[in-house]
């Protein structure tokens, strides 16, 4: 196939993340990480949210989509391309990531792979939840652990969104859920959460955001959340659990951990 002599570079790996205009450097970092951990592997980002990438702009740093960055890597020539879906959940935003991959397959010669989200595999999701429900556990503190959600009730998804909170309400008793725009938003069931959180004796409330970065809707929704709280009990925000001034997930260990598996796991498919 002529058009193949064209593709002489081995491979690359495309982050593929949503992007936040305030918490961006937090994306490059992980770029960096995984540069280092695979040396000699050519890195690219993506950003998914056109918002995000106009207010970058305006800011004088340009991103691109991860269809513009598939079309500048296939236009490089790269025979293997692993894209890494940085998603907490398996929901719209992987979703997208998964369709643009399978468009770029229908007419490229190079071999592409996409890692699943985050929490997409039970025994890790298990473990990472465990460990970060330990870590910030109070004895005399109720955790509320606040997803963002899905606005979709049909997608495949929903279930690792459901199974984190399960998992999580039944791990301890004061342990409570809720979402921000997704499936039981806060603003629809906080009455709700309020009196069981009374009928069970609770006095303070930890607030714990599931959210990889801390950007706008930890600066607005969490604060609005807190101040919501703060009128029936003692509240807080979660502490930082790394060297970062405000608590996010993208910055753990275990995050990065299943990060890098998810990428080593797809490098294992193509031959590397």
Same mark, same amino acid.
């Given at each position: 196939?002529?058009?193949?002599?064209?593709?002489k570079?081995?491979?690359?790996?495309?982050?593929?993340?949503?992007?936040?205009?305030?918490?961006q450097?937090?994306?490059?970092?992980?770029?960096?990480?995984?540069a280092?951990?695979?040396?000699?592997v050519?890195?690219?980002?993506?950003i998914?949210?056109?918002?995000?990438?106009? +207010?970058?702009?305006?800011?004088?740093?340009?991103?691109?989509?991860?269809?513009?960055t598939?079309?500048?890597?296939?236009?490089?020539?790269?025979?293997?391309?692993?894209?890494?879906s940085?998603?907490l959940?398996?929901?719209?935003?992987?979703?997208?990531?998964?369709?643009?991959?399978?468009?770029f397959?229908?007419f490229?010669?190079?071999?592409?792979?996409?890692?699943?989200?985050?929490?997409?595999? +039970?025994?890790?999701?298990?473990?990472?939840?465990?460990?970060?429900?330990?870590?910030l556990?109070?004895?005399?503190?109720a955790?509320?652990?606040?997803?963002h959600?899905?606005?979709?009730?049909?997608?495949?998804g929903?279930?690792s969104?459901?199974?984190?909170?399960?998992?999580?309400?039944?791990?301890?008793?004061n342990?409570?859920?809720c979402?921000?725009?997704?499936?039981?938003?806060? +603003?629809a069931?906080?009455?709700?959460l309020?009196?069981?959180?009374?009928?069970?004796?609770?006095?303070?409330?930890?607030?714990i955001?599931?959210?990889?970065?801390?950007?706008?809707h930890?600066?607005?929704d969490?604060?609005?959340?807190?101040?919501?709280?703060?009128?029936?009990?003692?509240?807080?925000?979660?502490?930082?659990?790394?060297?970062?001034?405000?608590?996010?997930?993208l910055?753990?260990?275990?995050?990065?951990?299943?990060?890098?598996?998810?990428?080593?796991e797809?490098?294992?498919k193509?031959?590397?």
């Open positions: 196939m002529k058009r193949y002599r064209h593709y570079k081995d491979k690359a790996i495309v982050l593929s993340v949503f992007g936040s205009v305030i918490e450097d937090k994306y490059e970092k992980l770029k960096a990480h995984i280092s951990v695979f040396e000699g050519d890195l690219f980002l993506a998914g949210s056109r918002m995000v990438l106009k +207010a970058l702009l305006k800011e004088g740093i340009t991103c691109k989509t991860l269809a513009q598939l079309a500048d890597v296939d236009m490089l020539g790269y025979k293997n391309v692993i894209v890494a940085i998603n959940f398996p929901t719209c935003e992987h979703e997208l990531v998964h369709k643009t991959v399978e468009g397959k229908k490229s010669p190079a071999q592409f792979r996409t890692t699943p989200a985050i929490f997409s595999k +039970a025994k890790e999701t298990t473990l990472f939840l465990k460990s970060l429900d330990e870590a556990y109070k004895e005399d503190t955790n509320l652990y606040i997803i959600g899905s606005p979709k009730l049909e997608l495949g929903l279930e969104i459901s199974y984190s909170a399960k998992f999580l309400e039944q791990k301890r008793p342990n409570y859920t979402s921000l725009e997704g499936m039981f938003p806060f +603003a069931i906080h009455e709700e309020i009196a069981k959180m009374k009928q069970n004796g609770v006095l303070k409330v930890q607030i955001p599931l959210l990889l970065v801390s950007g706008n930890y600066i607005n969490m604060a609005e959340i807190q101040e919501h709280l703060s009128e029936h009990f003692e509240t807080s925000l979660a502490p930082s659990l790394n060297h970062d001034e405000k608590f996010n997930l910055g753990l260990s275990q995050t990065l951990d299943i990060i890098e598996n998810h990428i080593k797809e490098m294992i193509i031959g590397h």
